[in-house]
């Protein structure tokens, strides 16, 4: 080939470029561990935070896991994630099954009453007014029913189900299986990978809420993870009351920062090309 | 609640004797659909109260909504419309607009290209397994919570122990309040979201590229074309339709300026630069308890919206059926 000379370098520079890329979204990450494992010692010699500290200690962890207040957050995230993730799946499944059958007569009609809702939305205020009027504030399911249907994950999921033949109904009514049989035993396992999708989609996100909270919860025994690591960060941005100095607030801080993102870190993964799907699946039909 | 019943009404009325065959069908029809309708309630019934219940609570805009009598008991604004003649001659409205739009259209521009960029540099690398590494890595980012990218930003921009501000004070300089500052709030927030969304934001246009029909490329080097002329006359050409499409959405949703990151990253040093309607209306009503006025703004955001998201539609259906 005669353009091998600059097909090398245009290959160089789009490898180059690349590494730049994983490293800028890698390379912060890795920094906030490393603060989360600095002593004071190596804050106090080196005058603030390197990147590769000398010494490392686990204190910080220690101190933050020996709050009550963050393993109790934790267990109502875990709970919150866990029974929430079970009623999103369960509304949506029931909900994009139906909307799937072209001959379910006033399809149209439901779907755009579903549809029209992310049109238009009352907002923050009504919907504040509503949850309140029904006894929820304060309480976890606060945290699980406002956000029960994602109308977008009910489209993803209901596309996927259109996929599936026609015949596969047909023949599994012909064996006598009724609507809610042929749900569970035939639609349901051959549609497992985009359920997976849209579950981790639902799972991700009630790991990562914090702004329901910050809403409907004024009661620091149910605040969820997301929520007490944000008041670390913002308590000792303003000030540095911590008397004991062994080890320092920001570490504290980042080890924080680690925990409420490490469960995500540790399983993306395994489930990231789930996600890319549901991304793809989704655009192609919003 | 109301489509059920409406169902029942319609599916009690043929059962009377001799009805029309249309009318026989139909109903069998429903009938033998029974169970798809009964799934289907739970779902209806959620989206009435949490989707059109509060639609309707918007009417509290055109009260005086007090907490003891709730929505329906509150007396009228005195006149009808109060709430907005307040919002829109009130100095906040063209602070509040402008920061909304800005910071809106800032994320547009700043993320569209890189993405695009990154996108291209992944259909161009023909190491695989350096381009699996790369998309796995940079779409890491999008699964973080706000909170924890808030933490991240404190550790690199920090006044005091951030990183950059240490390299900025080694260089002889003075640190720089990044975080705390009018002049770099925005720009903090455009490149934090420029971080979490650049990996996933390329996965939309990788795909549309490897829906370009592969025998334009062959032709092109048959032709002796550089690989830069293949980017510049068939790639780019090629998903120019997604690029189009995909800027006419988001302009449909430009009202939606990013309201977690915001509630996040802001603070009342930089309500001037980085206050968005969305915040307003959480801080207006929720917080000084200002209930109506929070819902005015609420919807006329919502109008707003609506009618942008219609008209984006639309268009992008024009633009789609021109050329798909």
Known sequence: MVTSRSDNIFNAVIYVFLVLVAAAAVFPLLYVVSMSLTPYSEVVKNGGFIVIPRKISFEAYERIFGDPALGRSMLVTLIVTAVGTLVNMILTTLAAYPLSRKNLRGRTFFLLYIVFTMLFSGGLIPTYLIVQSLGMLNTLWAL?????????????????????????????????????????????????PSMMTVGLFYMVGHW??????????????????????????????????????????????????????????????????????????????? | MEQPANLQTQTTKPQPKAPTGQLRKAWADLWKMKAL????????????????????????????????EGILGSPWAEPWNKHFTMFFHSPYFSQL???????????LLFGMFPA?????????????????????????????????????????????????????????????PFLNSTQWFRSILVSTEIWKDLGWGAIIYLAAISGIDPTLFEAAKVDG????????????????????LL???????????GFEQVFVFYHTRV??????????????????????????????????????????????????????
């Open chain 2, 116 to 176: 695009i960029i990154l996108a291209v540099m992944f259909f161009e690398c023909r190491v695989s397994w350096l381009k699996r590494w790369v998309q796995t890595l940079s779409y890491m980012p999008h699964f973080l919570s706000w909170i924890v990218i808030y933490g991240i930003s404190i550790a690199f921009l920090s006044e005091t122990t951030g990183l950059i501000n240490r390299w900025i004070t080694e260089a002889g300089w003075n640190a720089v």
């Open chain 1, 144 to 192: 699980i029913v406002p956000g029960a249907i994602a109308t977008f994950n009910v489209l993803i999921l209901k596309s996927f189900f259109e996929t599936l033949p026609e015949e596969l109904f047909e023949s599994a009514r012909m064996d006598g299986a009724k609507e809610f049989r042929i749900l569970w035993q035939v639609v349901i396992p051959l549609s497992m």
């Open chain 2, 97 to 107: 607009m402008t920061n909304t739009l800005l910071i809106s259209l800032y994320k």
């Open chain 2, 225 to 244: 074309a550089s690989r830069l002329r293949m980017i510049w006359h068939i790639t780019l050409p090629g998903i120019r339709n997604v690029i189009v």
């Open chain 2, 271 to 324: 309500y001037e630069v980085g206050d968005i309607i969305d915040t307003w209306v959480y801080r207006t009503g929720l917080e000084q308890m200002n209930f109506s006025l929070g819902a005015t703004v609420g919807l006329f955001k919502s109008a707003i919206g609506f009618v942008l998201v219609l008209g984006a539609n639309k268009l992008a259906k024009k633009w789609g059926g021109s050329i798909w």
């Open chain 1, 208 to 286: 990562n809420s914090f702004f329901s909270a910050v809403l409907y919860i004024t009661d620091t025994n149910l605040y969820p993870l997301q929520v007490v690591i944000r008041n670390m960060l913002l308590l000792s941005q303003s000030s540095e009351l911590q008397a004991e100095v062994t080890v320092p607030t920001a570490a504290m801080q980042m080890a924080a920062v680690i925990a409420g993102s490490l469960p995500i870190i540790a399983v993306y993964p395994f489930i990231q090309k789930h996600f890319t799907k549901g991304m793809l699946l989704g655009a192609v039909k919003g």
């Open chain 2, 247 to 257: 800027l006419i959405l988001r302009i449909g949703s430009i009202l939606d300026a």
């Open chain 2, 37 to 68: 309708y009964i799934m289907l309630i739970p779902c209806l019934i959620w989206y009435f109260i949490f989707k059109y219940l509060p639609m309707y609570g918007l009417i509290i805009s055109f009260k005086d909504y007090n907490f003891s």
